[in-house]
Each structure stands twice: as C-alpha cells, then as structure tokens.
C-alpha cells in the first residue's frame, strides 16, 4: 500500500445525478420489476447501435447464453472463440452443451485472429462468439468473410466503430453487459440485440415463463428491472460524453508515455478506439510474469492500481498449448485506470507514475 498518496482504485463507475433521479423516478413509481423503463433501454440501445431490437436480461454472460440458445447450438455443435478473454464466453458455450475452440489472438490488437479463426472452422462449427476487447473492434469485415455466423460480444466496446459502422450492428446477434465497470454500467444485467425479428422473439420466449402459451423447459427468469434499466437510460443518454472523456484521457496517456519503454494500444485503419481498458505492453526481458506482478506492485506504491486485463487465458484453464499470441499478452499485458468518473489531478499522478516506471534508460 501507499503511504500518504490516496489510491487510484483501477475502475469507477461515472454515476451523475440524472442516473439518481431516473432511480428515484422508478422506486416512486412502485413499479420496480422489468417494465417500461426496460422496454425503453431496449429501444434505445437497439436505436443507437442501428439494430431492429434488443431483450434485456440479468447479465452479459447470459446475453451470450442466449444467444446462442436462439440460434439452436448445442451438444455436438461447435462455437470459436479466442483464448484470451474472459471465461464468460466460454461458459455459456458450456452451458449450452457445446464444445468451444479456441484461437489464438492477433499479436498487436489483442483480438480473435481471423486466419486462425478459418483454420478451425469444421463441419460442426456453427457461430464465432467475437469478444472486441478493450474498446477496440475485432476485424469484423475480414470475419464477416468466413460464412459463420457471428455472435458479437460488445461488454466492452459499446460506441467504437468498425469501417464506419457501430460494433454491434454486424452479427447476427450481440451481447452486451452493463456490470459496474462496463462503458454502459446499470450495476448488473445485459442484453441480446439482433435485427433478427425471430430470432429477438426467442430470446424473449427464454427471458421469462409467465404467459407463455406452452411449457418451455429452457425457459427462466432471465429479467432486468426497472431500477436497472433506468441507470441504463440515463448512462446511454451520457454514453457520447463518456466515451469522449475515455478519449482524452487516453490521449493524454499516449503523450506521457510518448518514447517510453512499453508498447501503446494499437488502432488499426478503419477501426475507432473506445478505451474501456488502456492496456500497455511490457518488454520481455526477464521473467515475464515476474516482471509484470513487480511492476504492479511499483505503481501501487506510487497510488495507482493496475490489473492483467485477463486474468488468465482460457487454454491454460484447459492444459492447452499452441497459444503464443496469448501466452504473451497474458504474460506482459497491463491495464491502468481510465475511466471518465478520473479527475484531472488523479490523470497527472497517473501520467507521472507511468513515466516513472517506463521512461526509456
């Protein structure tokens, strides 16, 4: 721990008054359950990303799930996904009764690599879950081109564009999560968007059972609240003014560490960076792991907490191996606060920390 330095926590949630009054709105209007309030976070996510729809349920990784279920995957089909991501995408595939296969991740980006995403493509495969990764698109044109439906997984790059066109809008499905962190947050919950008419009508069918015409044994009680659903609203009427800061912040941060001694995010060509997470790279030098839990607990004492973007890759879960472009980016990535609730004065300590650490001997 510091001593005498206030701590800069690694994630805050950007909460202003409009987010309190739409709460209040909803605990006086005694109608706390999933009601009108979440009807319209569904229009206005679906409007925003261009989508003909959107169902909102209780969380990301159940976005996924569903999204999977309408699409009628299950045991003996088979879901890609990278190995560098969260475990999320790989337990709705689990849960669902599939087998997932995992990839490998373009070096630079941190994203699904579209040539090795192709090589595993078989008979069996039916979706490609695409996790865009801290803000900043996978290369969905180039997968597009695969023939294999795309569930796209948008918890952290809600707002970023890929050739033009909002991440989100190009899968047949999308799944979001507005947990606390997220660049959307309402505390907890999701949603599965599509412009899919059908395909949004199932999902509704497996959010809830009351009223439904026949019994549905996958059917559950999937359903987000009004109360969460108002922050939503509110976060999303906000959504362009916080990506804006997450920028200038990042901005910021590629100043500071102008000709340090770390690799900075990569945006390529066609694709716009929306800074959930601002991931830097380390040098591997030494002991790689070593090096980066050392280096974490540097910038500690200097009173800013940093974290590995992914704990820990899939494949090592699993005993896996060929997974380079992973291993190096769970071995050397790190993440330090960006988010629009940082002051200024905590952005300078941050800058100042950062050139401490990295400036080039």
């Known amino acids: 721990m510091t001593t005498g330095t206030t701590m800069i926590p690694h994630s805050r949630p950007a909460i202003a008054q409009d987010e309190i009054d739409a709460v209040t709105d909803v605990l006086q209007s005694g109608r706390l359950a999933q009601g009108a309030v979440v009807e319209r976070f569904e229009r206005g996510l679906a409007a925003y990303l261009g ?4 169902v909102a349920v209780n969380s990301g990784t159940m976005a996924l799930e569903v999204a999977l279920r309408v699409l009628g995957i299950g045991p003996g089909d088979e879901v890609i996904l990278p190995s560098y991501v969260c475990s999320a995408p790989w337990q709705a595939v689990q849960r669902v ?7 490998d991740i373009e070096p630079d980006t941190f994203q699904i690599d579209t040539g090795l995403a192709r090589a595993a493509i078989t008979s069996k495969t039916r979706a490609i879950i695409v996790p865009h990764l801290f803000g900043l698109p996978a290369d969905l044109t180039a997968l597009e081109r695969l023939g294999v439906p795309l569930i796209e997984d948008c918890a952290q790059t809600l707002g970023a564009l890929e050739q033009g066109r909002p991440v989100g809008s190009a899968g047949v499905l999308t799944g979001c999560s507005f947990y606390a962190n997220k660049l959307l947050c309402a505390g907890e919950g999701g949603m599965v968007l599509s412009n899919d008419s059908v395909l949004l009508e199932r ?4 959010r809830e059972y009351d009223g439904a015409p026949a019994l549905n044994p996958l059917a559950s009680n999937l359903k987000m609240s009004d109360m ?3 922050v939503g609203v509110a976060q999303l009427a906000r959504l362009p003014e916080l990506i804006a800061r997450r920028v200038c912040l990042a901005r910021q941060y590629h100043e500071a560490l102008a ?4 690799t900075l995010p990569a945006v390529p060509s ?3 960076h929306v800074y959930y997470r601002f991931v830097v790279r380390l040098s591997r030098i030494r002991s790689a792991s070593d090096e980066l839990s050392q280096c974490i607990g540097r910038l500690e004492r ?11 890759s899939l494949h090592r879960y699993l005993g896996l191996e060929g997974f ?3 291993e190096a980016a769970e071995d050397t990535a790190l993440s330090v606060p960006l988010y629009p609730a940082l002051a200024d004065d905590e952005a300078a300590q941050i800058c100042l920390a950062m050139r401490n650490e990295w400036r080039r001997e």
């Not at 989508?51 to 959107?54: C, E, K, L, S």
């Not at 009764?97 to 990839?103: D, K, M, N, T, Y």
């Open 51 to 54: 989508v003909a729809g959107g």
């Open 97 to 103: 009764g599939a087998h997932a296969r995992l990839v």
């Open 203 to 206: 999902a509704r069918a497996l």
């Open 228 to 230: 969460q659903a108002a």
């Open 259 to 262: 000709g340090a001694a770390v």
């Open 270 to 272: 066609g694709r716009s």
């Open 302 to 312: 200097q009173g800013m907490q940093c974290r590995k973007p992914v704990f820990r």
């Open 324 to 326: 380079s472009g992973s």
